[in-house]
DNA sequence: CTGTTTCTGGAACAGTCGTTCCAGAAGGTG
DNA sequence: CACCTTCTGGAACGACTGTTCCAGAAACAG
């Protein structure tokens, strides 16, 4: 069977998406990608074939993560309207977004990542969508709100706080933002 | 009193900030910006420094103008709340933002860029402010409301409404979030 | 322990990067 | 017309880029 291979991939993807996050994709050196995983440039090309490759597989990771972090926080709430509010809490409270600064800067001359940018972009909008309608299932979003509409608007306001962040926006600033956005959308005003 | 010279500078940094909005700053090549400005290289230099000097220049032309449209679309209209929502549509329609860009990619690596970026949110958020508090003096808006958090959400909408552009959202879904947003911000709702 | 396969580390590659420099052209002044 | 200052074009520089290649080490199978 030969010799098995001695890292993780899993782990090497994860730093490679450090690397990329602060410094961008053209910024992000080979030799920096290959100090932050430890691995030497032949493994790094044997196991992703370029930097591009190794960039796309960072950002499928992510987004696996990401959207899997939506999920779970929308499912673990009592109701659909309180996983939405917690959901705004945790991208308010949390750092900047890999697959939003990778779709700002790469995504206008980089059709792969531009089509994951918009695979996120619906896979946001339709968690938001799923859980509104549950909320109008259970009378706790009137029935006549537009949910794609207010889940468009939702979606939006993720990625507004994740702008604001890379603003120098202060993290109280953004929990307002979201506190704010989620009571005039669907909350009691 | 010499040669004078033979170009104009704002011509130059328009070319420049289209090279930067649809390269980014580091895959934008010294030779793009000659070849679209029309400069050799020595005159870019000699005007603008080097790279990140001529950067830092389309920046502020940028951001100049793109405040001046803010604050003349606001002013421009009959009360503060139509000049809000036609900001908002404005940007809704409109391309993406250089600023907007700019931050996510080189906020958090270069200083100059950071701060940029703070000034154009601080700015943003004091037209809004300003336009919602006109309002509340005019009755148009309930004086109980947060006129600072309505101005934040506001301009996490724009930051918002930026992103979508980026991730590949059609216009007229980006249409839908800022009537949406108004609507349930400061509108009727 | 031998053979085989794979992974690993580092050297080497051509190409491009941002930057600098210098000779020459071009306009304004006396 | 001659002078002088400034701008201009292009060649040249070293540094660094992403990528490839090759010899050697490491782990499994028999």
């Given at each position: 069977?030969?010799?098995?291979?001695?890292?993780?991939?899993?782990?090497?993807?994860?730093?490679?998406?450090?690397?990329f996050?602060?410094?961008?994709?053209?910024?992000?050196?080979?030799?920096?990608?290959?100090?932050?995983?430890?691995?030497?440039?032949?493994?790094?090309?044997?196991?992703?074939?370029?930097?591009?490759?190794?960039?796309?597989?960072?950002?499928?990771?992510?987004?696996?993560?990401?959207?899997?972090?939506?999920?779970?926080?929308?499912?673990?709430?009592?109701?659909?309207?309180?996983?939405?509010?917690?959901?705004?809490?945790?991208?308010?409270?949390?750092?900047?977004?890999?697959?939003?600064?990778?779709?700002?800067?790469?995504?206008?001359?980089?059709?792969?990542?531009?089509?994951?940018?918009?695979?996120?972009w619906?896979?946001?909008?339709?968690?938001?969508?799923?859980?509104?309608?549950?909320a109008?299932?259970?009378?706790?979003?009137?029935?006549?709100?537009?949910?794609d509409?207010?889940?468009?608007?939702?979606?939006?306001?993720?990625?507004?706080?994740?702008?604001?962040?890379?603003?120098?926006?202060?993290?109280?600033?953004r929990?307002?933002?979201a506190?704010?956005?989620?009571?005039?959308?669907?909350?009691?005003?």
């Amino acid at each position: 069977m030969s010799r098995p291979r001695a890292f993780d991939p899993d782990c090497v993807l994860d730093a490679a998406r450090g690397v990329f996050e602060t410094h961008g994709y053209e910024a992000a050196s080979v030799q920096d990608l290959v100090d932050a995983t430890g691995l030497s440039r032949s493994s790094l090309y044997a196991a992703f074939g370029d930097k591009h490759g190794l960039y796309l597989a960072a950002l499928d990771r992510y987004s696996c993560a990401g959207g899997d972090a939506l999920a779970q926080t929308v499912a673990a709430a009592a109701a659909p309207l309180d996983g939405i509010r917690a959901y705004l809490a945790l991208v308010a409270e949390g750092g900047g977004c890999f697959l939003v600064n990778a779709a700002a800067e790469r995504a206008a001359t980089d059709p792969d990542t531009a089509g994951r940018a918009a695979e996120a972009w619906n896979r946001l909008h339709a968690a938001f969508a799923d859980a509104l309608r549950a909320a109008q299932a259970d009378g706790a979003l009137a029935p006549e709100r537009d949910a794609d509409a207010l889940a468009a608007t939702l979606g939006a306001t993720v990625y507004g706080l994740r702008g604001m962040q890379s603003a120098g926006a202060p993290p109280e600033a953004r929990v307002v933002v979201a506190e704010t956005a989620f009571a005039a959308l669907v909350g009691g005003a």
